[in-house]
């Protein structure tokens, strides 16, 4: 099984993880008109793949000092750590249909700030009580800027949905006959809620995840993650199910949609959860390998990705175009925090506590 041996290609492959799980969301967004809840059975497919493809392959490469083999980690591995894994999977799973749901409502810009940043902050105290690892100041003061960074993003989004509000307002004429629309601020509303309750999962399934690949009977990443897809899998039934019936916006989608999709937007929804688990596996990857990052170090570089998301939707996406000058000192003020609390967690395993 292959593990990175030194923190250089460890590092470069955090970086890789943090771009890919800061970009699959675009494919959300190239697959146009494609509902969420649609998006998401092609999202799940390509996880699974992508995890039983890394399995076969790497996960039976390398020095067996690093792990069983793909198939004799699945077949050793104790109960309670299959359980652990697969109970992960499903608390994930749960956090990223709410992520989802946030980035179809508010965008990426704020989808990502928000929700993944909480789960930065919750994740980061979690691996840490499990495998403490790295500076504990450098590592708590750069989520500490990360925080910061949350909810100067939360106040951005409430001045672009104010703007727009007020825009909307004069277009009317501002006559009782023809008051401004309130959906901008429900909007707002609605999209942070929905990044909260995803930040809060997403910050709990990582220490799951990371006790099943450790101890007695663990699992080696490989065959983790491939658990893992598959506890996505189980729970995407009922979860999606539910929001197909009940969405959070529009009319309730059925099934047969899905088959009436092009086939490109399939395609993009099956990329997006390949360029997902790319990033996760390098991440487990790293996070499984002994002194050299931790999983505290590891999932907090890993949840960067709210920077690189937020650039896309910033500045390739324009979701914040028209905000005006209040707004855009706000997102420089984010990327600022953004930037420095992930080099400060970036450099925490290389300074001595």
């Known amino acids: 099984m292959y593990l990175p041996g030194t923190y250089i290609p460890a590092l470069l492959m955090l970086i890789t993880c943090m771009i890919c799980w800061g970009s699959w969301a675009n494919t959300q967004k190239l697959a146009k008109s494609f509902r969420f809840e649609l998006f998401y059975w092609d999202y799940i497919i390509g996880m699974v793949l992508t995890s039983l493809a890394f399995g076969l392959t790497l996960g039976n490469t390398g020095e067996l000092s690093n792990g069983l083999p793909f198939m004799a980690s699945l077949s050793q591995a104790a109960a309670g750590k299959l359980g652990l894994a697969f109970l992960s999977g499903i608390i994930f799973n749960a ?6 749901a946030a980035i179809a409502v508010a965008g990426l810009a704020v989808a990502f700030p928000v929700g993944i940043g909480l789960a930065l902050i919750i994740g980061t105290i979690g691996n840490y009580l ?20 949350i909810v100067l993003d939360a106040f951005a989004y409430r001045v672009l949905a104010k703007r727009k509000s007020a825009h909307n307002s004069s277009k009317g004429g501002g006559s009782a006959e023809r008051p401004a ?33 450790s101890g007695a009977g663990n699992l080696t990443p490989y065959s983790g993650f491939f658990v893992f897809s598959i506890g996505c899998a189980f729970s995407t039934v009922p979860v999606i199910g539910y929001f197909m019936r009940r969405p959070v916006s529009g009319k309730p989608v059925k099934a047969a949609e899905y088959f009436r999709a092009p086939g490109d937007w399939h395609v993009w929804g099956v990329l997006g959860g390949i360029i997902w688990s790319l990033g996760a596996m390098f991440n487990f990857m790293v996070g499984a390998k002994p002194g050299l990052v931790g999983p505290a170090v590891s999932y907090s570089l890993g949840q960067g990705a709210t920077l690189v998301s937020a650039i896309w939707g910033v500045f390739i996406w324009r979701e914040f175009q028209g905000a005006g000058p209040k707004a855009t000192l706000l997102l420089i003020l984010m990327f600022a925090c953004f930037l420095s609390g992930l080099g400060s967690i970036a450099i925490a395993p290389l300074v001595n506590g």
């Open 95 to 100: 956090a990223n249909v709410l992520l989802v």
């Open 130 to 149: 499990v495998n403490p690892n790295g500076n504990p100041i450098l590592l708590f003061g750069g989520m500490t800027l990360v925080a910061a960074a």
């Open 181 to 213: 629309p309130a959906q901008p601020a429900a909007s707002v509303g609605l999209g942070i809620g929905l990044s909260l309750a995803c930040g809060v999962l997403m910050g709990l399934f990582y220490p799951f995840f990371a006790k099943s690949i």
